[in-house]
């Protein structure tokens, strides 16, 4: 599992378009998730459990909110070349 | 059985993980990283969560608010990142 989170924390590093780095974020954030979840399961603590759904909906969502904030942000010419850059 | 069970819900899961995630290094499209994605992070971790719930259902309601969570959010996501990075990229190539 923290293999393949890895991956997509490379990819965050590494790659310059910001929705391909928005798309690598939102899989470290549904990743890091389930990871939380199945240490609370092998820890039998549920205190983390509830914290590993809380990261499920919370981190989403504000990757949701920030992806709306680009879309706007973009939409002006003048921050269009700091977007795709 | 419930372990076979288990366990092989957890390797599956953790198989589409590995199947879904390394997409991210080819020189793709946004929108075919983000089908290749949803289908890794949401079913995976789904199937991930489904074994976890086998293993201990005593913890039964937590993780079906995970389940329902983890569907209604990452896919409300993967759409919410298509439309926009659709957008910008039209507007760039226009």
């Not at chain 1, 990819?11 to 939102?26: I, L, P, R």
């Not at chain 1, 549904?30 to 459990?49: A, E, P």
């Not at chain 1, 909906?57 to 680009?70: D, Q």
Request: hydrophobic share 50%.
């Amino acid at each position: 599992m923290i293999l393949t989170l890895l991956i997509p924390i490379y990819q965050t590093w590494h790659e310059d378009n910001v929705w391909q780095k928005m798309v690598a974020v939102s899989s470290i954030s549904s990743k890091v998730s389930i990871i939380t979840l199945v240490i609370s399961v092998l820890r039998d603590d549920w205190m983390m459990g509830v914290v590993g759904v809380i990261i499920i909906t919370v981190g989403n969502a504000g990757l949701m909110l920030l992806a709306h904030l680009l879309k706007k942000i973009g939409e002006n010419d003048s921050t269009q070349l700091i977007i795709n850059n | 059985m419930i372990n076979f069970l288990t366990y092989f819900c957890l390797i599956s899961g953790l198989i589409f993980w590995l199947w879904g995630t390394p997409v991210l290094f080819q020189k793709r499209s946004i929108l075919y990283k983000l089908h290749s994605l949803s289908v890794a992070d949401t079913l995976g971790s789904i199937l991930i969560v489904v074994g976890l719930s086998l293993k201990i259902p005593s913890e039964l309601p937590l993780l079906i608010l995970a389940i329902i969570s983890l569907t209604i959010w990452n896919t409300m996501l993967g759409y919410v990142l298509a439309y926009s990075a659709n957008n910008q990229e039209e507007k760039s190539d226009g």
